[in-house]
């Protein structure tokens, strides 16, 4: 079955330091990968979307990049603040009723960043 | 604009009770709907997901089920709770298409088995 690791459960880095997260994924090839934040007691908030045949795609300080022959995604921070302390999760489609309507996450990582 | 509302928002209920937890979503239509769960400190869990009206797919053998009654209308039901049934309780909907399928939840009901 579709299995997502992202490899660290908790991260912590200085602020103003670029803050990088490792999503990896065995037994599939997702037309897309998603990343979410978390924040305590609440549910996941949609970040970035990228795609099989994107490399890259940026969001103000967030990148993230998508490497299918490695099956990974990096998920950065730059410039990172203390109000980006949370939990990012990242996600992938899996097979179900359509291509689309099955979504699966990884366990997250915990960020803090010290002020 | 879309929105999703799920409750109640928090429980005690005691082992062998029965649960109903529910959840609606308004501003679409025939969204996919999902249950997840959130143990402490772990992943999210999906439970079940539903791509239209009484079609409902398990993901996890438990003892809970699911029903979609209505098109934006989602339940998730036991008939008698565990000690491991406690968690955090997360429903979700999104519009499938081949060029994405992003997720949106609801506020989480916190379940607590005694």
């Known amino acids: 079955s579709q299995k997502i690791e992202q490899n660290s459960e908790a991260l912590n880095i200085q602020e103003g330091k670029t803050a990088t997260l490792t999503c990896n994924y065995t037994?599939?090839?997702?037309?897309?990968l998603q990343w979410y934040r978390q924040d305590p007691g609440r549910g996941p908030v949609f970040l970035l979307l990228i795609r099989e045949n994107e490399k890259e795609k940026r969001k103000e300080r967030l990148k993230v990049t998508f490497d299918t022959t490695l099956k990974q995604s990096l998920f950065h921070i730059t410039a990172s603040q203390p109000a980006d302390s949370a939990t990012y999760l990242c996600a992938l489609d899996a097979p179900g009723y359509s291509s689309a309507s099955k979504i699966i996450f990884g366990s997250g990582t915990r960020l803090s960043i010290r002020p | 604009s879309q929105t999703i509302h799920q409750w109640p928002a928090t429980l005690v209920q005691p082992v062998g009770s029965p649960l109903s937890l529910e959840c609606t979503v308004e501003?679409?239509?025939?969204?996919?709907l999902y249950w997840y769960r959130q143990a402490a400190g772990r992943g999210l869990q999906l439970l079940f997901y539903?791509?239209?009206?009484?079609?409902i797919s398990s993901e996890v053998p438990q003892n809970l089920s699911a029903s979609r009654p209505q098109d934006r209308q989602f339940i998730l039901s036991s008939k008698k709770l565990l000690l491991s049934d406690s968690g955090f309780y997360l429903c979700?909907?999104?519009?499938?298409?081949?060029?994405?399928?992003?997720?949106?939840f609801g506020e989480g009901s916190w379940l607590t088995v005694v």
């Open positions: 037994n599939y090839s997702p037309a897309y």
């Open positions: 539903s791509v239209g009206i009484g079609q």
């Open positions: 979700a909907w999104s519009v499938g298409s081949h060029s994405g399928n992003t997720i949106y």
């Open positions: 501003g679409t239509s025939n969204p996919n």
